[in-house]
Nanobody
Framework: VQLVESGGGLVQPGGSLRLSCAASGFAFSSYAMNWYRQAPGKERELVARITSDDGRTYYADSVQGRFTISRDNAKGTVILQMNNLKPEDTAVYYC?????????WGQGTQVTVSS
């Protein structure tokens, strides 16, 4: 199993970033996928989730209306579009896959929101 994130970087407040997670080694289209983040000194938190079949989405209250999660089952990718970024969005963002018996994480991608 591999989960490889990309797209992080430094952006000014109010800006946008698009994170991508390339997944391989499992039946991607059969599972929900998650984006988490962890800021310095804080616990890792769930940011967004998308289901496998009907593409239902869930967002943390802190990002609702600003972030959009989507997936391309043919390509095995899950995207997190982040708009109107705030300094408090600064964190390492992780792609996550969870199944019965275990879960897998990508290496993370740093997002820094600063002027």
């Amino acid at each position: 199993v591999q989960l490889v994130e990309s797209g992080g970087g430094l952006v000014q407040p109010g800006g946008s970033l698009r994170l991508s997670c390339a997944a391989s080694g499992f039946a991607f289209s059969s599972y929900a996928m998650n984006w988490y983040r962890q800021a310095p000194g804080k616990e890792r938190e769930l940011v967004a989730r998308i289901t496998s079949d009907d593409g239902r989405t869930y967002y943390a209250d802190s990002v609702q209306g600003r972030f959009t999660i989507s997936r391309d089952n043919a390509k095995g990718t899950v995207i997190l579009q982040m708009n109107n970024l705030k300094p408090e969005d600064t964190a390492v963002y992780y792609c996550n896959w969870r199944r019965v018996g275990g879960e897998y994480w990508g290496q993370g991608t740093q997002v820094t929101v600063s002027s």
